[in-house]
């Protein structure tokens, strides 16, 4: 389960991540969408596929996997750290 402080890490992870450039204040609700995926997976990978298809599902745009490989080893690092 995510704890709060934990939360915001995330957070603010994903909204300087923007990865459309269109403001990091844009991803509302696919950032409470990653933080579900975070909880749920525990490879990066397949994290990294998930969040591929949330911003898509919502922006009709696709980001590279490997864009979003790398914001995914940050969030389990991050989820890691936590100790959860």
Not at 21 to 33: A, F, H, S, V
Not at 48 to 71: F, G, H, M, N, V
Not at 75 to 84: H, Q
């Amino acid at each position: 389960m995510i704890t709060k402080e934990m939360n915001y890490k995330l957070v603010a992870l994903l909204q300087e991540w923007d990865p459309f450039k269109i403001g990091e204040e844009e991803y509302e609700t696919e950032i409470d969408d990653v933080l579900q995926a975070v909880d749920d997976h525990h490879h990066p990978s397949d994290l990294a596929k998930r969040i591929q298809a949330i911003y898509e599902y919502s922006y009709k745009q696709w980001i590279p996997l490997q864009d979003c490989t790398k914001i995914s080893y940050k969030l389990l690092a991050v989820k890691m750290e936590a100790g959860v």
